[in-house]
């Protein structure tokens, strides 16, 4: 579960967020690890999950735009 600090109007709430869903769990393989910690600090493990599946080209594409328009922080 995620909480998040809220501060509206001088007041501070948090709001805690569900767990993904088990069925969209992103499985273990090469670059799991690095995709779980590049890619969920903005996207849930689901949205990652439901896309098209893809060459690697396209995925390097994806990455390039979340990187350079986007401004994720993602390194080599």
Same mark, same amino acid.
């Given at each position: 579960m995620l909480a998040l600090p809220l501060a509206a109007a001088g007041a501070e709430?948090? =709001?805690?967020?569900? @767990?993904?869903d088990p069925s969209a769990?992103?499985?273990d393989g090469p670059g799991a690890p690095e995709t779980r910690n590049a890619c969920s600090l903005c996207h849930s493990t689901?949205? =990652?999950v439901?896309? @098209?599946?893809?060459?690697?080209?396209?995925?390097?594409?994806?990455?390039?735009k979340m990187i350079k328009?986007?401004?994720a922080p993602i390194t080599d």
């Open positions: 709430r948090t =709001i805690t967020l569900p @767990p993904d769990r992103l499985p689901d949205y =990652i439901m896309q @098209p599946r893809g060459g690697a080209v396209q995925w390097q594409a994806v990455v390039t328009v986007f401004g």
